[in-house]
């Protein structure tokens, strides 16, 4: 039998957590459940010295069903000020005080994890500036993508390669609705409501379905893949709540089908970065992404074509990607490295395109008279504008009205906009019901 002090002593790497929601607890029953496999593996434990949040009841329940979680605090200024962990794990989402205090834990010499996209997506420079002279790492892979390994593989895994884009699916919640709107024919309001009822819409939904979310984690991919940062608000952005049943069915009929699609692409002129509803073909692997799933396509001039698919949302496949990177940052730790693996990517200075500058195709779906001479003068206010007509079908009448859906061949974002202006002037158009931007082949 060893005495005590013959026993290997195994060593610790204390962990403090800000947030005990859903991600939160998600972790802190991972470093429970798994702290053998850690130990086994690694030869270090994880330890949960300290957690917070505004709700004692959170704490109480995870410790009720026998899960370790350290000291409790309301406070989590206090947590970070007081706590001897070696880590601290910000999942408190939004802006602030989330950003004050992951500067704070730096300061004091923490290495940081989050799942906050908010905070990298706009003040990723700061926050990274401060890790590199604290000495300290930050890591972030939850921020995007939820359970999906995307940041990390994106930053060192295919760092041998030069990305022309990035295409993504990475809102569940607006996945979700365009599915049921696909699959079960439901209007917006009534696949909004069922998203609500299975409790993966929030009670506000607007950061989902106005595109807010995506808007994020998009500024987040563009700035790693082509080395050059991109900010959240200057990301253009629209959301799906103007997207119709019937917009659905006559992308289907032409072939498409109409997620939001977070897509960034570099050019030589600099980088575009958008978050909008487009068409993609029915035979592009983006397109069989359904539910709330979330997935990130990639085309790399060394790797080729990727496709990352997975959960990009819940409590345990987040918590994943976030013990991921607290054995990132504690393997560091240990190694006597800390913030060597905290180099912010983005060295280039590249320059952020307008919207109007983006070239593709189009659909439009529009109301006009049904009468002769009408789709003459809507082609006219096309030719006008310099955009091309690929295809034109008319699809039900109502009455004195039809629907009719357009096709263009490629163009820009600003002869397409000029084109709608014209068109939305003539007597015989009622109105414009939607425009959609269509990725296909030579963009995706
Ligand atoms: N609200 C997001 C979604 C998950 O619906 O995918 C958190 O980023």
């Given at each position: 039998m060893k005495l005590p002090e013959e026993m290997e002593t195994v060593k610790k790497i204390g962990v403090a957590i800000i947030g005990l929601g859903t991600v939160g607890s998600g972790v802190v029953k991972i470093i429970n459940e798994k702290g053998?496999?850690?130990?086994k593996r690694y030869g270090f434990q994880l330890e949960i010295l300290d957690c917070s949040d505004l709700e004692r009841k959170r704490f109480e329940d995870l410790k009720e069903s026998g899960?370790?979680?350290?000291?409790?605090?309301?406070?989590?200024?206090?947590m970070v000020e007081n706590t001897k962990a070696d880590i601290v794990v910000e999942l408190i989402g939004g802006f602030e005080p989330a950003k004050s205090l992951i500067l704070k834990?730096?300061?004091?010499?923490?290495?940081?994890?989050?799942?906050?996209?908010?905070?990298?997506?706009r003040s990723g420079e700061e926050i990274f500036d401060l890790a590199l002279e604290k000495g300290v790492d930050f890591f972030f892979e939850a921020a995007v993508g939820g359970g999906i390994p995307i940041i990390r593989p994106l930053k060192e895994m295919l760092v041998a390669n030069k990305f022309s884009y990035v295409a993504g699916i990475?809102?569940?919640?607006?996945?979700?609705?365009?599915?049921?709107?696909?699959?079960?024919?439901?209007d917006f309001n009534s696949a909004l409501l069922k998203a609500q009822e299975l409790g993966y819409a929030e009670p506000d939904p607007r950061a989902d379905i106005e595109g807010d979310d995506a808007q994020a984690k998009i500024a987040i991919l563009s700035s790693?893949?082509?080395?050059?940062?991109?900010?959240?608000?200057?990301?253009?952005?629209?959301?799906?709540?103007?997207?119709?049943?019937?917009?659905?069915?006559?992308?289907?009929?032409?072939g498409y089908c109409i997620k939001l699609i977070a897509y960034a692409r570099q050019e030589n002129e600099g980088i575009h970065a958008f978050v909008r509803p487009a068409l993609i073909?029915?035979?592009?692997?983006?397109?069989?992404?359904?539910?709330?799933?979330n997935a990130i396509y990639l085309s790399g001039d060394n790797c080729g074509e990727l496709?990352?698919?997975?959960?990009g949302a819940g409590s345990l496949a987040a918590g994943s990607s976030v013990v991921a990177d607290i054995l990132q940052a504690?393997?560091?730790?240990?190694?006597?490295?800390?913030?060597?693996?905290?180099?912010?990517?983005c060295f280039e200075k590249v320059k952020l395109l307008p919207m109007d500058a983006f070239s593709s195709k189009y659909y439009l779906n529009l109301k006009a008279a049904d009468q002769p001479g009408v789709l003459a003068k809507i082609a006219g206010c096309f030719g006008e504008a310099g955009v091309s007509i690929a295809s034109v079908i008319q699809k039900e009448s109502h009455g004195e009205t039809a629907n009719i859906i357009f096709m263009t061949h490629k163009t820009t974002e600003m002869r397409m906009r000029h084109a709608i202006e014209l068109i939305k002037s003539l007597e015989v158009v009622e109105s414009i019901e939607n425009s959609l931007v269509v990725l296909d082949e030579e963009v995706l």
């Open positions: 053998e496999k850690i130990k899960y370790e979680c350290g000291c409790f605090y309301t406070d989590a200024y206090k834990a730096i300061e004091n010499g923490k290495s940081v994890v989050t799942a906050n996209k908010e905070v990298v997506s990475v809102n569940g919640t607006t996945n979700y609705i365009l599915t049921r709107m696909s699959k079960e024919g439901l790693i893949a082509f080395n050059s940062r991109v900010l959240k608000d200057d990301v253009y952005k629209e959301g799906i709540t103007k997207i119709t049943e019937k917009d659905i069915k006559y992308a289907y009929e032409l073909p029915m035979n592009h692997p983006l397109a069989a992404v359904d539910d709330v799933y496709m990352f698919f997975g959960e504690s393997f560091a730790i240990l190694k006597g490295c800390k913030g060597q693996e905290t180099k912010c990517s």
